[in-house]
C-alpha cells in the first residue's frame, strides 16, 4: 500500500508539470527542457491549459490570426518561440513583454502590419529574431535598442521603404541580418545604409538583392550603389548684409544676416534664435513673394533665398542667432552671438566693454562679405552712434541713428 501511495503521490507532483493540451504533444528534452509541439494542428488560437514551465513552444503551420496581451501568460518561462506561417494580423501590445526569458523569436511568414515594439524592451536576452515575409512598412529607429545580445536578425521580404539612420547601432552582439526584397526608395534617406555596410563587419545575406524600387534613376541597383555625389552633407555659411552705408535711419537699424548653404540634395534653410525673453524656431520663409507674411514671427523676417531679417533691431533682440542647413544626408549649423551698443565714440565703448575686441575702423561690412572668424571674442558686436540731435525739415529736433562703425570679434568659425 505504501508504495502504491508514494507512486500516486509523485504523479500528483509531475502532473501540473506535465501538462499538455488536447491537441499538442508535450515531453522533456534530454537538456531538461519541456517542449510543447502544437504545429501543424489548425490552430486558430494559441491553446490554453500549458504547462508554466513550458521552455519550448512551437506552434508553426497553424491559423493563428491573433495574439492579445494574455496569450502567453502560461507560460513564463519559454525561451524558444515558434509562431511562423500562421496568419497572425494583429499584435496586440503586452503579448510578448512578460517573456523575459525568451532567445529565440519566429513570427515569420505572417501578415503583421503593426508591431508593439514596445515589448522587445523587456527581451534583452533575445538572440534570433524572425520577422521576414510579413507586411512590415516602417521601424521606429529604437525598435531594436534593447537587444543586446541579437545575433540573427531577418527583416527580408517585407514592405520596407527606408530605415531610420541608427536602426541597428546598440546591436553588439549582431552578427546576421537580412534585409533584402524589400521595396526600398534610394533616396539620401537610406544613404547611411550604403556607408553603414560599407563598415560592418555583420554578414548581410544576398546583400546584391537589397535593390531599389525607386527614383526611376536608380530603380534596379542596389542600395549600397548609389552614387556617392546624390547624396551629399550639408554645408553652411553666414554672412552679414548692412542695409546702412554711410546713411541717416530714423526708423532703427535693421539686422540682416544672410545663410549660403550647399548639398545634395539642396538642403532646407531654418533658424533658431535665443534671446533674454523668448525663443524663436522658424522652419522655412515666412515671407511671401508678394511680402506677405506667412506665419506669425513678423519680428523675424525670413526670405526663401536664406536670408533673415530684423527691422528695428534693439536691445531686445540681442542672443544667439542660428541658421541650420538640413537634409537626407545630416545637418549642419552655425551660430553667431548679436550684441548691439550705443556710444558717442563706439570703438571706446566696444573695448571698454570686450579689451579683446577688434576694431575694423570706419569701414562698412558690405552686402556679401563673410564674417571674419579670426577675432577673439565669440560674438558679432553692432555698434551704431547716435547724435544727440538733428534739425528736421520742419525745424525740430528728432533723434536719429546712424551706422558709424561695425565692430567683429568672433571666435567661432562660422562656416561648416
Not at 121 to 136: A, D, E, F, V
Not at 183 to 201: A, I, R
Not at 226 to 240: E, G, M, N, R
Not at 368 to 382: F, H, N, R, T, Y
Amino acid at each position: 500500500m505504501r508504495p502504491l501511495l508514494c507512486c500516486l503521490g509523485l504523479v500528483a507532483l509531475l502532473g501540473p508539470c506535465l501538462a499538455c493540451p488536447t491537441d499538442c504533444s508535450c515531453s522533456v528534452k534530454k537538456n531538461g527542457r519541456l517542449l510543447a509541439e502544437c504545429a501543424y494542428k489548425d490552430l486558430q488560437e494559441v491553446p490554453q491549459g500549458l504547462s508554466t514551465n513550458v521552455t519550448i513552444l512551437t506552434l508553426s503551420a497553424n491559423r493563428i490570426s491573433r495574439l492579445g496581451q494574455g496569450s502567453f501568460i502560461q507560460v513564463p518561462e519559454v525561451q524558444s518561440l515558434w509562431l511562423g506561417y500562421n496568419q497572425i494580423g494583429v499584435v496586440e501590445p503586452g503579448a510578448f513583454a512578460l517573456l523575459v526569458h525568451l532567445k529565440n523569436l519566429d513570427l515569420s511568414h505572417n501578415k503583421i502590419a503593426d508591431f508593439p515594439w514596445q515589448d522587445l524592451r523587456n527581451l534583452s536576452g533575445l538572440q534570433i529574431l524572425k520577422m521576414n515575409n510579413n507586411r512590415l512598412a516602417g521601424l521606429p529607429r529604437d525598435a531594436f535598442r534593447s537587444l543586446k545580445d541579437l545575433r540573427s536578425l531577418w527583416l527580408n521580404d517585407n514592405e520596407l521603404t527606408t530605415l531610420a539612420e541608427g536602426t541597428f547601432d546598440n546591436l553588439p552582439s549582431l552578427s546576421q541580418l537580412q534585409i533584402f526584397n524589400n521595396p526600398f526608395n534610394c533616396s539620401c534617406k537610406v544613404f547611411w545604409l550604403k556607408k553603414w555596410t560599407e563598415n560592418t563587419s555583420v554578414s548581410i545575406t544576398k546583400g546584391g538583392s537589397t535593390l531599389c524600387v525607386a527614383p526611376g534613376r536608380l530603380k534596379g541597383r542596389a542600395v549600397t550603389d548609389i552614387p556617392d555625389h546624390y547624396c551629399v552633407a550639408p554645408s553652411v555659411q553666414l554672412t552679414y548684409l548692412s542695409n546702412l552705408d554711410n546713411t541717416v535711419s530714423y526708423n532703427g537699424l535693421t539686422l540682416t544676416l544672410h545663410c549660403s548653404v550647399a548639398g545634395s540634395p539642396p538642403p532646407e534653410i531654418r533658424w533658431k534664435i535665443q534671446t533674454s525673453s523668448r525663443r524663436v524656431e522658424i522652419n522655412g520663409p515666412n515671407v511671401a513673394r508678394d511680402g506677405n507674411v506667412k506665419q506669425s514671427q513678423e519680428r523675424f523676417l525670413v526670405f526663401k533665398n536664406g536670408t533673415m531679417a530684423i527691422p528695428h533691431f534693439s536691445k531686445e533682440d540681442e542672443g544667439i542667432y542660428t541658421c541650420l542647413a538640413v537634409n537626407d544626408v545630416g545637418t549642419r549649423d552655425v551660430s553667431v552671438n548679436v550684441a548691439l551698443a550705443g556710444s558717442e565714440n563706439p570703438a571706446e565703448d566696444l573695448l571698454r566693454d570686450d579689451p579683446q575686441a577688434s576694431h575694423l575702423g570706419d569701414r562698412s561690412c558690405y552686402k556679401g562679405d563673410e564674417m571674419d572668424p579670426s577675432g577673439a571674442g565669440e560674438k558679432l558686436v553692432i555698434v551704431y552712434h547716435m547724435p544727440r540731435e538733428s534739425k528736421s525739415r520742419a525745424g525740430g529736433a528728432v533723434p536719429q541713428v546712424h551706422l558709424g562703425t561695425l565692430l567683429l570679434a568672433l571666435g567661432i568659425v562660422l562656416c561648416c
